[in-house]
């Protein structure tokens, strides 16, 4: 199976060292997402999800960024950077969500809706970024959504997600697609959770917003990854059901040694998330390929939706 291919050849500590050397050399910044490998995520400069990996990457003063996680993220980078070189290790880590939205499905839903806002999820390709009026993550989607001035919002492509927001505004929402979804989460059943919960009956459920609505309805918290972290830092609880990509476990545990997570399914593991190695990463950037290319003209239209984005939440966080 493709998410097993391991990191081969030279010891773990030898590529950690060239990627060290690299990185300076190249004056490079590496940027991995919460359901990275653990030895990916212990090799980068910053580990967060879609929100803080954007803001990391309209930051860096870097040369070049390279991006552990998959292709849309990578290409929000370079909209925030079209100058710097954005790299992935393994051009195969593409998000089968983001495929299952494209530019013209929207222009057709944009126009059937003359007078919705169009405020999409961060996991769809630059071209559908480009058609926009806001971009949002799990992070920040029902406050983006509620500080539209419209009362009508087409959302998409997530339908788990877009339940979640629909949960938390008196906005109607159109979802587009109908059906998208991440497959990793949608497969996460009540019954999974159930069970975990019957072996663990002392555990707090915490879930993602990509998982179906009996999970959602079914769970104690439902968070992004960025906000799971931070509630189960500031939680007095002991023992968290995770329901996610199985990757957030690796950063649960390290940063809080004493409380014990508990997958609630064996299988969620994006297999998509798993294809960057740390010798594809030294590769990578000793090469300087593959890179990222985004055709200026869609770069120039796609930036305005995702720095809206990143400016209704820098001013909800200033509140
Ligand atoms: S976990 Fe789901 S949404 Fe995230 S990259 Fe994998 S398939 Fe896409």
Redesign the pocket.
């Known amino acids: 199976m493709r998410f097993v291919e391991q990191t081969t050849s030279h010891g773990l500590d030898d590529l950690r060292n060239e990627l060290r050397e690299l990185k300076k050399e190249k004056n490079a910044v590496i940027l991995a997402h919460n359901?990275q490998r653990p030895e990916v995520q212990d090799a980068a400069d910053f580990v967060g999800d879609s929100l803080g990996l954007s803001i990391k990457a309209s930051q860096t003063k870097s040369d070049i960024i390279l991006f552990c996680g998959?292709d849309f993220m990578a290409e929000t980078a370079k909209i925030l950077n079209p100058e710097k070189k954005v790299l992935i290790p393994d051009q195969r880590a593409k998000?089968?969500?983001a495929m299952m939205l494209n530019a013209a499905t929207l222009l057709e839903a944009r126009r059937r809706n003359p007078n919705a806002d169009v405020i999409m999820y961060v996991?769809t390709h630059a071209d559908v970024k480009a058609e926009c009026d806001c971009i949002c993550t799990s992070a920040n989607a029902p406050d983006i959504v509620n500080d539209s001035e419209k009362d009508v919002i087409l959302f998409g492509p997530d339908m788990n997600l877009s339940y979640y927001v629909r949960r938390r505004t008196s906005k109607q929402i159109i979802t587009v697609p109908q059906r998208g979804n991440?497959?990793?989460?949608h497969q996460i059943s009540l019954e999974d959770i159930l069970l975990a919960k019957e072996e663990n009956p002392d555990a707090v459920v915490v879930a993602h917003p990509?998982c179906v609505p009996e999970v959602q309805d079914g769970a104690d918290v439902v968070a992004s990854t960025e906000g799971m972290t931070r509630y189960i830092k500031d939680s007095k609880k002991e023992k968290f059901i995770i329901a996610t990509?199985i990757g957030l476990l690796h950063r649960l545990r390290k940063e809080n040694p004493e409380k014990t997570f508990v997958p609630a399914s064996g299988y969620t593991v994006?297999p998509?998330?798993k294809m960057h190695t740390l010798d594809k990463m030294v590769q990578a950037l000793k090469s300087e390929e593959p890179e990222i290319l985004v055709p200026r003209n869609i770069i120039e239209r796609a930036r305005m939706p995702v720095e809206k984005m990143l400016a209704i939440s820098a001013k909800l966080r200033a509140k």
């Open positions: 359901y998959v998000c089968p969500m996991n991440c497959p990793t989460h990509e990509e994006c998509n998330m």
